[in-house]
């Protein structure tokens, strides 16, 4: 049943045919790749402890493993996941709802990819 549901609201739905949502969907989704593609080739090479966190009061917040730092694309493809799932569901209702929600994710992945920026920028 939930199956059928999630079926009907994907490849049923007239929202995977509207151009904003469809160009959301795909610049969050490269925007997601970006970071994770970036995160790799910097890190990769990590043996020893990386700078996870930094605040401007404090300095070094966390350290840890070189792959905890994919913890933050992992937040950013729930994000974009959780998002879709919502504008597609709420596109007949309320078509403008639907577009901030796509617009969201699209937002947060950008900030996250300055936070990649950032995290990469601390630990060269």
């Known amino acids: 049943m939930i199956f059928f549901k999630l079926h ?3 490849w049923v ?3 995977k045919r509207d151009k904003v949502i469809l160009i959301n969907l795909s610049l969050a989704l490269l925007i997601n790749l970006a970071l994770i593609a ?6 990769w090479w990590a043996k020893e402890f990386i700078i996870l966190r930094f605040n401007i009061y404090f300095g070094i917040s966390s350290l840890g493993a ?3 730092v994919f913890l933050m694309p992992l937040i950013g ?3 974009i996941v959780v998002n879709f799932l919502l504008s597609f569901y709420f596109y ?3 078509k403008l709802l639907s577009y901030y929600l796509a617009a969201a994710a699209l ?3 950008l900030i996250l990819l300055v936070a990649g ?3 990469i920028y601390i630990n060269l």
């Open 92 to 94: 007949l209702k309320e």
């Open 107 to 109: 937002v947060c992945n």
């Open 8 to 10: 009907e609201l994907i």
């Open 77 to 79: 493809l729930i994000i």
């Open 38 to 43: 970036a995160l790799i080739f910097n890190f």
């Open 13 to 15: 739905n007239p929202a």
């Open 117 to 119: 920026a950032l995290l």
């Open 66 to 68: 070189w792959y905890k």
